[in-house]
């Protein structure tokens, strides 16, 4: 893949279901900062949140007119079903699904890679802050 901009999601749940939240940052080809997403979901599962912060990092991208984007997840579920290696079964997470297959149709190209916690700080940091700011209020 040329030079593409990376994008890291992360969503959490507190409950399954639970309150939730996205949490997303793009970096551009040198590894800096575009923009973050915090945004707190209302009530949903992990996973629906997961999609969830995907569609909102994806949204935010092809605002930017970004065309080659590397993505990274801890989600292994989610990784697993958009790459083709698991079936969307659930009925909560088929929509979310194919909206994320209609935004990637978008970009000219993208890979989908499963990452550890530890490399998703970032993203998980800002999930869990739309949260708490959200009960902060």
Request: net charge neutral.
């Amino acid at each position: 893949m040329t030079s593409a901009y990376q994008l890291f999601c992360d969503g959490a749940a507190r409950g399954n279901p639970g309150p939730a939240g996205a949490g997303a940052v793009l970096k551009n080809e040198d590894g800096e900062l575009v923009a973050e997403i915090s945004e707190y979901l209302g009530k949903t599962t992990n996973n629906q949140a997961e999609y969830q912060a995907l569609l909102h990092g994806l949204e935010k991208a092809l605002g930017l007119h970004v065309k080659h984007l590397k993505i990274f997840m801890d989600s292994e579920l989610v990784v697993r079903q958009l790459n083709g290696a698991y079936r969307v079964k659930h009925p909560d997470l088929i929509p979310l699904h194919q909206q994320v297959q209609e935004s990637l149709k978008k970009l000219s190209s993208f890979e989908i890679s499963h990452v550890f916690r530890e490399k998703n700080k970032e993203a998980d940091k800002l999930a869990n802050r739309a949260i708490d700011e959200h009960f902060s209020r």
